[in-house]
């Protein structure tokens, strides 16, 4: 099946630094990328879609300004946490819907994000 | 809207007991339905689906029914095992293009 690679699997990082995280189709063109992000002991909730070559969309109370979304390729779309502080600490995973014929969507392993 | 309710956790079984996981949708138009689980540390891997009504989905002994009457699609296993301990996500999706609406989630720990 189709897979999509997530980059890095785990990171900390200090209050105020940036964190970028990559997810990458390897065997198929991803013109939509979601990105959820799962709080310990919650749901997936979805923060924003990217769409290759326009603006992300993100859903309400999502600030677009903290979690900026590039998707500038078929093959690669990143979610920058900028100014990151301690409650942004989750885990953040990407998805592809694999396309209009496929019912199935195509999740990358995920990113475990712990602010300090 | 568009949503999945799903039975609160944690659940707690010994090993080879029967599993059920209730799973409603709401019903808006004609969704597709999925059981993810997540293991320890790791991110979502698909574990079945169902695209119409009546479809069963299984896998790996699970499997789940597309009700249209009842809006339900619940999860069920004849017998559990330890390695079955994980975190259980129901899902919907309307079509192709749009994202999955999950369920709260439900914990599963088999104990031998």
């Known amino acids: 099946g189709a897979v999509v690679s997530q980059h890095p699997s785990r990171v900390i990082c200090k209050s105020g630094t940036s964190v970028k995280i990559e997810c990458r189709s390897l065997?198929?063109?991803?013109?939509?990328m979601f990105w959820y992000r799962q709080f310990p002991k919650q749901s997936l909730m979805l923060m924003a879609t990217?769409?290759?070559?326009?603006?992300?969309?993100?859903e309400q109370g999502v600030e677009k300004d903290k979690f900026l979304i590039n998707h500038a390729s078929l093959t690669l779309s990143t979610l920058t946490v900028t100014s990151a502080h301690p409650e942004d600490s989750s885990f953040y995973i990407c998805?592809?819907?694999?396309?209009?014929?496929?019912?199935?969507?195509?999740f990358g392993q995920g990113t475990r994000l712990t602010v300090v | 809207g568009n949503s999945v309710t799903q039975m609160e956790g944690p659940v707690t079984l010994s090993e080879e007991a029967f599993l059920t996981i209730n799973c409603t949708y709401t019903a808006t138009g004609y969704p597709s339905l999925f059981w993810y689980v997540q293991y320890p540390g790791e991110g979502l891997q698909l574990l079945l689906k169902?695209?119409?009504?009546?479809d069963k989905g299984s896998n790996k002994g699970f499997e789940a029914t597309y009700r249209k009457e009842t809006t339900s699609f619940h999860l069920e296993k004849g017998s559990v095992q330890v390695s079955d301990s994980a975190v259980y996500f129901c899902?919907?999706?309307?079509?192709?293009?749009?994202?999955?609406?999950f369920g709260k989630g439900t914990r599963l720990s088999v104990i031998a």
């Open positions: 998805s592809s819907p694999g396309g209009e014929m496929n019912t199935e969507a195509f």
């Open positions: 990217s769409n290759e070559g326009s603006k992300a969309t993100y």
């Open positions: 169902a695209t119409k009504a009546d």
């Open positions: 065997d198929f063109q991803a013109t939509t």
């Open positions: 899902a919907r999706r309307n079509s192709g293009n749009t994202p999955l609406v």
